[in-house]
Nanobody
Framework: QVHLVESGGGLVQPGGSLRLSCAAS????????MGWYRQAPGKQRELVAT???????NYVDSVKGRFTISKDNAKNTVYLQMNSLKPEDPAVYYC???????????WGQGTQVTVSS
């Protein structure tokens, strides 16, 4: 069983930045699609960004140009750099990992991001 632990959430003013981290308990980043979902109260879960085993990244349109997903395979850690945060960005952000040769999905516990002045 692989465990994912997110950190880095918090309160930030509009226009500010946060960096989320997702640490995996095992070396799965090089064989997995890793990504971030978010869910705001009363809204559906939304896929925000993904990175493939080879490092190809994808983003939902609403965060393109503002958010950057990256990973450090040696540290078993995935990051989500969030810049120019907007009032529509607050949510609980969840990290996930999906080894591409497996049917398994691993999830973190979530970290809260709040944007408020």
């Amino acid at each position: 069983q692989v465990h994912l632990v997110e950190s880095g959430g918090g309160l930030v003013q509009p226009g500010g930045s946060l960096r989320l981290s997702c640490a995996a308990s095992d070396s799965i980043l090089s064989i997995s699609v890793m990504g971030w979902y978010r869910q705001a109260p009363g809204k559906q879960r939304e896929l925000v960004a993904t990175t493939s085993p080879g490092g190809t990244t994808n983003y939902v349109d609403s965060v393109k140009g503002r958010f950057t997903i990256s990973k450090d395979n040696a540290k078993n850690t995935v990051y989500l750099q969030m810049n120019s945060l907007k009032p529509e960005d607050p949510a609980v952000y969840y990290c996930y990992g999906h080894p591409v040769l497996s049917s398994r999905y691993y999830w973190g516990q979530g970290t809260q991001v709040t944007v408020s002045s």
